[in-house]
């Protein structure tokens, strides 16, 4: 079965740090490029960070450039979110998402069931 | 970034209706449109894919339309395990990906 499964969540104070995992499973990890999205209590989807199969390229949303690093571990099937000066505004279940691919038009096709992460003084 | 705007951002209907909510994006973004439905306390479902693809699995009753800027959803025949919240998603070229900010279709 093709799962994803998010780890690290909880409660840091504002200015705080906290890294997130997601072990993937029942599929070839090293050869799809991966994402982080969030959904802020009662809001929509944003998406956060994306990088590709190899980590040749790295992309951050502008709301947590500069405080969060993505990287990933072929070798363990695992992608990561390192999370660093966060804000309350950061408050949201953060779900790890493969991109499907050039045969799905890259749309976001495998999703795990969140993490929550809480920033509250 | 290219901005998503979906309408309406609610509904009500009731089983058996069909239902259309439309997606605007704010340049084009040829057929790079995604549709995916999100249940309560649950990761969200890829539903419609390249704008009027079929995911492997999802019921005939979901379809996708549209190219350049403007999009739609129709759910046809709307069953109770429908009502939910729906977003769209642009993949054009290279991210950022963006969303609209979804649409809750609920029981009448």
């Known amino acids: 079965e093709v799962q994803l499964v998010e780890s690290g969540g909880g409660l840091v104070k504002p200015g705080g740090s906290l890294r997130l995992s997601c072990a993937a499973s029942g599929f070839t990890f090293r050869t799809y490029n991966m994402n982080w999205v969030r959904q802020a209590p009662g809001k929509g989807l944003e998406w956060v960070s994306s990088?590709?199969?190899?980590?040749?390229?790295?992309y951050y949303s502008d709301s947590v450039k500069g405080r969060f690093t993505i990287s990933r571990d072929n070798a363990k099937k695992s992608l990561y979110l390192q999370m660093n000066s966060l804000r309350v505004e950061d408050t949201a279940v953060y779900y790890c998402?493969?991109?499907?691919?050039?045969?799905?038009?890259?749309?976001?096709?495998?999703w795990g069931q969140g993490t929550m992460v809480t920033v509250s003084p | 970034d290219i901005q998503m705007t979906q309408s309406p951002s609610s509904l009500s209907a009731s089983v058996g209706d069909r239902v259309t909510i439309s997606c605007r994006a704010g340049?084009?973004?040829?057929?790079?449109l995604n549709w995916y439905q999100q249940k309560p306390g649950k990761g969200p479902k890829l539903l419609i894919y390249d704008a009027s693809s079929l995911q492997s699995g999802v019921p005939s009753r979901f379809s996708g339309s549209g190219s350049g800027t403007d999009f739609t959803l129709t759910i046809n025949s709307l069953r109770p395990e429908d009502f939910a919240t729906y977003f769209c998603q642009q993949s054009y070229g290279t991210p950022p990906w963006t969303f609209g900010q979804g649409t809750r279709v609920d029981i009448k």
């Open positions: 990088i590709t199969s190899s980590s040749s390229y790295i």
């Open positions: 998402v493969r991109e499907g691919g050039y045969d799905l038009s890259d749309a976001l096709d495998i």
């Open positions: 340049q084009s973004i040829a057929r790079f």
